[in-house]
């Protein structure tokens, strides 16, 4: 694909739809959204990135980065490039001194990457032409929906408060009164 082809976007919203969880990317200016369908485990990975919540052991995503970084390695953008047969596929497009290398990636890691190092996002206009939908209709069902998602600091509360449990279930009291500390620092009682 030639990069002309290509236009800069934004992750608009992370939605929970009747068909599962979807990250919507948005190119800038534009009044379409492109609909991503991603798994549950993707979707909090991403939300996490976007609300910079901070997670007590490095998650996937937050791996790879420290290992780029460890490796003189940049993440410079995404590329949201091609949806053949409802499969969407993405790339990395990283730098490390003068060479350059192209990684293909599913468009969930390369957004949750995204995120985190705040690197531009670009999809291609023909994915755009295929998949795009109206954001108005996706801002009433997102409305309707809105009450159901939780934010990302509430996704860390309740996974930290399920880690509590479990810590105070195996008599695991210092873990159990580090995890409160936590909850705490979030504002949780």
Known sequence: MKEGMFVEAEI?????????????????GSELAVPIFIGQLEAHSILIGLGGVPMPRPLTHDLFISLLEKLGVTLEKVEITELKEGTFYARLLLKQGLKKYV?????????????????????????????????KLVTEEETKEKEKSPSPRELEVTRLKEELQKAIDAENYEDAARIRDRLRDLGEN
């Open 12 to 28: 608009w919203t992370v939605a929970h739809t009747e068909q599962g969880n979807a990250v919507l990317v948005k190119p800038v």
């Open 103 to 135: 990684i293909d990636s599913r468009p969930s890691d390369a957004l949750g990457l995204a995120v985190r190092v705040k690197c531009p996002i670009f999809i291609a206009e023909q994915v755009i032409a295929e998949a795009g939908v109206s954001i």
